[in-house]
Every structure is written in C-alpha cells, then in structure tokens.
C-alpha cells in the first residue's frame, strides 16, 4: 500500500518535471530568435507584435477550453504529456519572448560593431560576444517558466486523467478526504511544492520582470 | 547595420513564434464563437444542429450566471483591494532594514510558488476545517463556536486562500518599485517637517502608483480566471454560491458536456477580460516607448 503509493507520487513528480521542463525548453527554442530578432533587428511593427503577442496572454482560458478539449480528443492527446507540453508552452511563449525581449534589449549595440571593427564574423560574434551576455537573461526565462508550469492548475486538471497527470492534478485527488489522512495529505504537499519554492526564491528579482512584462523593474 | 539581409532574417526568426500564437489566438477562439451559436452536446453525437442565439439566451436568463457574474467581481474586487493594501503594508515593511531580513523576506514571498491545489487543500483541511482546522481550535480555545468556513462563508473563504497566494506577488512588485524611491526626496521631505503619514501620502503613494496599477491590472487578469481553488475547496458550492465564472463554463463544459452553452460563457468571459486587457496593454505599451 504504502509502496503503490510511492510509485504513485514518482510516477506525477516525473510527469510534473517532463512538463514543465519539455514546454521550458521546446518554448526557448522558439522565443530565442523571435526576441533576438526583435532586439537587434527591429522594425516600425516590433512594438506591435510585442504587445499583440502579450494581448494572447490575456485570453482566458475558459475561452478555449472547449475547442481544445475536443481537439485533443480527436487527436487521442487528452491525459498525454505530450498534449501537455504543447499548451504549456504555448500559453507561457508570450511571457518568454517578452521577457528575453527586455534582457536583450539590455545588451549594447555597441559592443557588436566593436568586435565587428575587430574583425569577427558574424559566428564568432555569436559564440563569443552574445552568447555570454545573452545567458543571465534566458537563464531566468528558464527559471520562471519552469515554475510557472509547475504550478499551472487549469490545463492539468482538465485535460489530464492518471496517465499525464502531474502533480497538481495528484494533489488535487486528495479533495475528498477518506480516514485518516492528513500525514499523507501533508507528505506529497510538501513534496510536491518544495523543489519550486526552493527554485523561487533564486528568481525573485525575474518573477517582478517577467510577471509584469518589463513595466517594474 | 540593419540591412535588408538582416531584415529578412529577422523575419524568418520571429515567423515561428507568431505563426504559433496566431494559430494558438484563432483557431480555437473561432471555434468556440462557432460553437457557440450550435445546439450542441458531447453525449449526442451527430445532434448537432444551428441554434441562433439560444445559448447566449440560455446563459443570459440562467440565475446562475448572474449569480457567477457577481461572485467573479466579488473575488476579484476583494483579492485585489486584500492584496494592494496588505502589499503596500509589507513592503513598507520590508523596506526598513532590519535583523534577518532576507529570511523574512523569503517567507513572505514563499506563497507565491506553492501549487494551488497544494495551499486551497492545507487551507481546506488543516486551517478552516470546523473539526480539525486551525481556526476551529483557536475558536474553542477563545470559546466561540468554530464555523464551517467553507460551507457557511465560501466565497469569502476562497477569497481568503487566493488571497494569501497573491499577497506575495503584490509585496514584491511594490517592494521593487519602493526601493527605486530616492533617499534624497524623501530625507528632504523629513528636513520640512512632513511627518510618516504625509510623507507616505504625498511622497511614497504617488511614486508607488504605475507599480499599484500593474499589480491591480496583471492580478485581475489571472483572478478572473480563478479555477483550482474553488475546484478542490467547494466545488462551486454550497449550490452556486461560490461559481464563479470560469468553474460556471467548466460545469457547462465537461460536467454536462454542453458544447454549445459553454462556448458561449467562454466567449462571454473573454469579453470580460479583454475589457482590463485594452487597459494593461496600453499601459504597457507607453512603457516601452520611454
């Protein structure tokens, strides 16, 4: 019994970290370019994508739930990770974009036509000019994405079953008390929300960024 | 340096994230506006037929869509006027430098990353339950009868847990914006006389004010939408008195499965919401101007 259990919570701890990290990272490889592109390149409608970007951001969810579910019902991606990491990463992609938007919007033009004057090509000036700058700034978007996910409670009660679910729906099933069960209740709490508040408090300083879009710094 | 070389580039990074979210804002927004107009149930397939306005009717002369209307603005309006007040109180706090600083701070902005589900059922089961809870003991021990906070107060009680976990994003914001204040205007102010209380009216409120409107337009974006909490506390209830809107379409939704009531609440909360959104946006919007 208390072994099931166990297996129990490893088995929605690793859904919890495949989630979370799977939309971190797949998320990154999208937002990267758009928000160096929009940085270091950027035309009379780079404000404008920003904001209409933000603007997806405020869709409530209850908006689409109905369409998704059926989407993913037709597709066989209800209770998947899978389906999962794909809204996850959808809803957090605006506030990753924005967010590596800022932190490279921080890094001085300057310095590019330095090494270029230097004579660096184009690939060289990547690896070793912008990439060491550009890593504090996705390093954060990294965190704050990560804990985002972890912690999203609409999508994962709603779309997943047992199979996918990760630890939010887990938690969730303990809604209906049976016996004694507060030590239990208490045990996968703690569990569940330790490695995220452990990982919060290193990314105070980016919750206020990120959250607010760049507007309190 | 920005040639049409680097432009076109530009364009091929960015088209992956716009087509994804473009994709993602329209595909299923339109299918929920389609959806909406169809007499539609997931339990009869094939049934579905074109229904005109009868869900928006449906769910404009249902009591219990006002009734989740009301309790929407109620949370909202409550989570927000707890948070700011209580925000701006710990900030001011915060902000003063005293002995073990870091580790009050820390614990102070710890709500903010416990999983909803997680800190809605510690609340539910170890503070507000009428037997075991917390305040139950603390009721008999001042000797007052301990009530049953989420089926006698429910909406004030879910208040009281999003509450709690929003506090922390409050504190932080202001605090952040607290700390840019300069020293010298404030010093200035004490050298003529103005006493704590003007200078936190004319001086410290006045520099808080973006920060305070950030943090009301950002909460009322997410509160709206609040749905963990009320599922694993009351499930809406007792009766609707704790739906609010978001659990109302997700009743509708995947507990009757009524396709086409549920979009039409769904389309109804996001003209909601994108009444704070036009706000925020164009608040934003200046901001990266400057």
């Known amino acids: 019994m208390e072994v099931q259990a166990r ?32 940085a270091f390149s950027p035309t009379k409608r780079t404000k404008d994508i920003l904001l209409w970007m933000l603007s997806t951001k ?10 998704i579910y059926i989407i993913f019902r037709d597709l066989g991606l209800l209770d998947t990770r899978i ?21 490279f919007k921080e890094i001085p033009g300057e310095i590019l036509e330095a090494a ?4 660096a090509t184009l690939g060289k000036e990547l690896v070793y000019v912008l990439t060491p700058m550009a890593i504090p700034g996705i390093a954060s978007t990294l965190l704050l994405n990560i804990i985002l996910a972890w912690n999203e409670a609409f999508w994962t009660l709603n779309l997943t079953a047992s199979k996918a679910a990760p630890l939010t729906a887990f938690i969730a099933s303990y809604s209906s008390p049976e016996g004694l069960f507060y030590a239990k209740l208490s045990a996968a709490s703690t569990m569940a929300i330790a490695p995220i508040v452990i990982l919060g408090w290193f990314s105070q300083k980016q919750l206020v960024r990120g959250l607010t879009f760049g507007a309190v710094k | ?108 902005i710890a709500p903010f990353f416990v999983m909803p589900t997680v800190s809605a059922l510690v609340w539910k089961n170890m503070l507000m339950n009428p037997v075991n809870g917390l305040f139950a003991s603390l009721a008999r ?34 605090l952040t914006a607290l700390q840019s204040l300069s020293e010298e205007q404030n010093e200035a102010a004490e050298m003529d006389g103005a006493n704590a209380w003007n200078r936190l009216i004319y001086i410290i409120l006045p520099h808080m004010a973006r920060a305070i409107t950030v943090v009301v337009l950002i909460e009322t974006i997410f509160l709206l939408s609040v749905f963990a909490e009320i599922l694993v506390t009351t499930n809406g209830g007792p009766g609707t008195e704790s739906t609010n809107l978001t659990y109302l379409v997700y009743m509708q939704a995947l507990l009757q499965f009524d396709v086409g009531g549920a979009s039409a609440g769904g389309i109804i909360a996001v003209i909601l919401a994108n009444i704070v959104a036009i706000f925020l946006v164009r608040m934003i919007g200046k901001n990266l101007e400057d």
Do not use: C, K
């Open chain 1, 7 to 38: 297996s129990n919570y490893f088995h929605h701890f690793w859904n919890s970290v495949a989630i979370s990290l799977g939309s971190t990272v797949i998320g990154l490889l999208i937002a990267v370019p758009a928000a160096w592109a929009m």
């Open chain 1, 58 to 67: 405020m869709l409530p969810a209850v908006g689409v739930l109905v369409p």
């Open chain 1, 83 to 103: 389906g999962l990491i794909i809204i996850m990463m959808l809803i957090n992609l605006p506030i990753m974009v924005w967010m590596l938007y800022t932190y």
């Open chain 1, 116 to 119: 270029r004057m230097d004579g």
């Open chain 2, 1 to 108: 340096m920005a040639t049409t070389h680097t432009h076109s580039a530009a364009r091929l990074m960015m088209a992956p994230s716009v087509i994804l979210l473009l994709l993602w804002m329209i595909v299923p927004l339109s299918m929920t506006v389609y959806f909406s107009f169809l007499r539609y149930n997931l339990l009869m397939p094939g049934t579905e037929s074109f229904a005109g306005f009868m869900n928006y009717r449906f769910f404009l002369t249902d009591p219990a869509f006002f009734q989740a209307i009301g309790n929407t603005l109620i949370l909202v309006g409550g989570v927000l006027f707890a948070t700011v007040a209580g925000g701006i109180a710990l900030a001011l706090l915060l902000n003063q430098p005293m002995f073990g600083q870091g580790i009050v701070r820390i614990l102070v």
């Open chain 2, 141 to 174: 021990f001042l000797g007052f009868q301990p009530i049953d906070f989420l089926s006698s107060i429910p909406l004030t009680s879910i208040s009281l847990i999003v509450a709690w976990q929003w506090l922390p994003f409050a504190t932080l914001i202001l």
